[in-house]
């Protein structure tokens, strides 16, 4: 009876472990590159959040409020940046006169993703097709 | 059904070198059927042990005398409760307890994340199986929990068992051991997260959040634990001390202390993205010294009323701690450019450097309770010599860290972030202290004649008025914008930042725990051999020894002395303090009689009968002023913890901030 038991117990367990139903194993999970940004951006918020909240029991003088303030803003600004350059939805910087009287030959320089071979025309941290490492994120 | 139960944790403990096998193969070679077998063997291991588990409760709870451990630990007479707590009441039965505990936690971490973190979880689980694989190592071949002392049906191989060791047979030692083992075993998952996102570079920290339930969680659970035994030692032991500084209450505290640390500087990883290394070293120390705590319990190498008897097992640990240091210390050096702060600490008048010096202290506390405990087992190997360190070293090197913990949990919350002006501290330090210099006074002017119990009371004013000032200035603010009175616009306050207001109910707890431990310093005892109808005094009482009398039950032989306790003539209570001794083991202990109130408790022991003089027994009476406060302030730290774990109501001012455009993001990318 024990040794029914038994084999019945580790059989039931082994099944459990080595049958696994093609639907039981969940797709590859793609997570957006920006996700590590987002929280950050949530992070930089909750801390606003917290300044302004002590700002009003009157922890922080309004000069120091001001400093910490800019200073968190400029963070969710860089933040914003990274994420807006990695989605793509960065509008082109503005172009810029050069001297009529020599013109620098033009150089269109390539940033090629190392992982995937995506080409770009500007330095990325991140490459917007693989979301691997690029030049810009390991300089 | 033995056969059953040995059976299971030997395949049990192969799963589990499975589990850690196929987990990193599929993580490595990014293959999702190795993956999920692995994480599917954690719960095949649950299944395997809670069948070993469920064998050996059955045995104690039927008195199956034909097991060792059952023959051992348990006997007829033991009420139904104390034969289930037998099962942690042995070495083989705790380490049991120890890897069913383990496969629980690591189903239930399976099981909530089973949507997230798919690149980490392999290796979380690869973590959380090596060590069942050396916990199960221990069960199968080094304590098995199933020798046999006769095999087969109607076989009885003693006519009754050794029963527990009868100081164990008290409440609170039927939940004790389980709820200290519900936070050893629960401070492996965050190291496991912590390792994992290590090897995986996690980009984001939002492996912190996860883990910080689960270490909250786990640190109420330990923080339960250690004061359930202090609870035992006050109720039991007879003498009325709570803490004795024993290798094994040290070994329980060693880890709340860094877990403690871990809880708090890791607020700062997520708020300003500070302290990493700091938080990696601390998760990983908090795990090490749950593993050492119980090595130093179960090895014997040190001398303790709580000690398992000396066994082999020391070198295991010894071994396992080595490995699993070497491995992370490798890991943590080799990731350190991962581990850089991405802000710097600007002020010491910061919340920042309050939580630096947090970590510090709380990590030389740390670091005298280990060198405390330790240096007994050097001294024995360097000059083969065993010089002991007792209570005073500990008292000494700790009251003064304690006091200025206390004073950092008033300092944190009245200091901004990033840096605090000297105006804005004046403003903020000050009612705190006046009401320090103010309780200070009151306490000496009430004839307090020692010197940290004065600042103990002092700091616990100071910490208190920081607290309800935060409490009143925050519900004020909200009950004024939302037209709520301020009870309510409080727990509004509370809801909507559940950590930071939990956090302080939990100060709030340590806070009046400071109280229950500066009473100490006024403690009054007295022992007196009485005879029916004798009367004594102490301090303010008067006791009336009415009857002394004796009597036997299947367990235990007793003797009763019943006491009237009387103030200022008027009766108070009847106390029966007891002697029993234990057939069995024919062991004594006392079952003192207490009379608890907030003020103080009184404590009657009935220490035996007298040597000298016939038919007087030994009554030792003791005065302990503001113990209560100790159990009480401890129930106000649980109610805070389970505040912490609430989900804060999000509520994000967006509109107090000045919107941040494309335009800025680009001003910013020129630099």
């Known amino acids: 009876m024990t040794l029914a038991v038994s084999i019945l117990l580790i059989s039931a367990v082994l099944a459990l472990v080595l049958f696994i139903r093609p639907g039981a194993i969940p797709p590859a999970e793609t997570l957006p590159p920006t996700a590590h940004l987002e929280e950050r951006k949530a992070a930089i918020y909750e801390n606003l959040r917290d300044l302004s909240f002590e700002f009003r029991l009157g922890k922080l003088s309004e000069p120091d409020y001001e400093k910490a303030r800019q200073a968190l803003e400029k963070q969710l600004a860089k933040v914003n940046a990274e994420i807006a350059s990695l989605t793509g939805k960065v509008r082109p910087a503005p172009s810029v006169e050069k001297p009529t009287a020599v013109k620098a030959a033009e150089v269109k320089t390539v940033h090629k993703c190392p992982s995937c071979g995506a080409e770009f025309d500007r330095p990325m941290k991140f490459c917007g097709e693989c979301a691997a490492p690029m030049e810009a994120a390991k300089s | ?671």
Request: hydrophobic share 50%; glycine share 8%.
């Open chain 2, 1 to 671: 059904m033995e056969t059953l139960g040995a059976l299971a944790i030997l395949v049990a403990f192969c799963l589990a070198i499975y589990s850690v096998v196929a987990s990193v193969a599929g993580a490595v070679a990014k293959r999702p059927y190795l993956t999920v077998s692995g994480q599917r063997a954690v719960y095949g291991i649950f299944i395997l042990l809670t069948v070993a588990s469920g064998i050996l409760v059955y045995a104690l709870m039927v008195s199956d005398f034909r097991f060792a451990y059952v023959a051992a630990r348990s006997n007829r007479a033991m009420p139904a409760v104390y034969k289930f707590a037998a099962w942690w009441g042995g070495q083989e039965g705790s380490l049991l307890l120890w890897s069913w505990l383990l496969s629980l936690y690591s189903a239930v971490v399976l099981i909530t994340n089973r949507r997230k973190f798919r690149d980490m979880m392999p290796w979380v689980t690869a973590i959380l199986m090596s060590t069942q694989i050396f916990f199960l190592t221990l069960n199968a071949f080094v304590e098995p929990p199933f020798q046999m002392l006769a095999v087969g049906r109607g076989i009885t191989a003693v006519q009754d068992g050794q029963g527990l060791n009868p100081l164990l047979q008290y409440w609170t030692m039927a939940i004790h051991p389980p709820t200290l083992y519900l936070g050893y075993v629960g401070f492996i998952v965050p190291f496991a997260f912590a390792i994992a996102s290590l090897i995986t570079k996690q980009p984001g920290d939002a492996w912190i959040a996860t883990t910080r339930r689960w270490s909250l969680i786990t640190w109420g659970f330990q923080s339960m634990g250690i004061l359930l035994g202090a609870g035992w030692a006050y109720a039991v032991l007879g003498w009325g001390g709570y803490w004795g500084w024993d290798p094994v209450e040290n070994a329980s505290l060693l880890p709340w202390l860094t877990a403690t640390a871990f809880l708090h500087s890791v607020m700062m990883q997520e708020k300003k993205g500070m302290m990493k290394v700091w938080n990696m070293v601390l998760v990983s120390a908090t795990f090490f010294l749950c593993i050492f705590g119980t090595f130093l319990t179960r090895s014997g190498i040190v001398s303790s009323v709580h000690a398992f008897a000396q066994s082999s097992l020391g070198t295991w640990f010894l071994g396992f701690l080595a490995i699993a240091i070497t491995l992370t210390v490798i890991l943590i050096v080799r990731r350190l450019d991962y581990l850089k702060s991405e802000t710097q600490l600007e002020s010491v008048l910061s919340r920042e450097s309050s939580f630096l010096f947090n970590n510090l202290i709380l990590l030389a506390s740390t670091f005298a309770v280990l060198w405390g405990t330790m240096f007994p087992v050097l001294t024995e190997y360097v000059m083969g010599e065993k010089i002991t360190v007792g209570a005073p070293f500990f008292n000494k090197v700790n009251i003064p860290i304690g006091l200025f913990l206390l004073l950092l949990t008033g300092v944190g919350p009245l200091i901004a972030w990033r840096r605090s002006s000297w105006d804005s501290l004046k403003r903020a330090f000050r009612w705190p202290a006046i009401m320090f210099v103010v309780a200070a006074a009151a306490s000496i002017a009430m004839g307090s004649r020692s010197f940290y119990a004065t600042i103990c009371l002092g700091l616990c004013a100071f910490v208190t008025t920081t607290i309800l000032m935060e409490f009143y200035k925050g519900s004020r603010a909200i009950a004024g914008k939302s037209e709520m009175n301020l009870v309510r616009a409080a727990i509004e306050l509370t809801h909507r930042n559940t950590r930071r207001y939990g956090g302080y109910l939990v100060h709030m707890g340590i806070v009046i725990m400071f109280i229950g431990f500066s009473g100490a310093a006024f403690n009054k005892d007295t022992t007196r051999e009485v005879t029916i109808g004798d009367r004594f005094t102490m301090g303010p009482y008067e006791f009336h020894v009415d009857k002394i009398s004796d009597g036997d039950n299947p367990n235990y032989t007793w003797q009763r002395a019943e006491i009237g306790v009387y103030k200022n003539g008027q009766f108070l209570q009847e106390l029966k303090p007891e002697r029993r001794v234990y057939l069995v083991t024919e062991q004594p202990t006392s079952e003192v009689s207490i009379r608890r109130r907030l003020n103080e408790d009184v404590y009657l022991n009935f220490a035996g009968m007298s040597q000298t003089e016939e038919n007087k027994a030994v009554i030792q009476a003791y005065i302990f002023p503001l113990v209560s406060w100790i159990w009480l302030g401890f129930g106000v730290l649980m109610m805070g913890t389970a505040v912490c774990l609430v989900p804060s109501k999000a509520r994000i001012l967006a509109s107090k901030a000045e919107p941040v455009s494309e335009f800025a993001a680009e001003k910013v990318l020129a630099g």
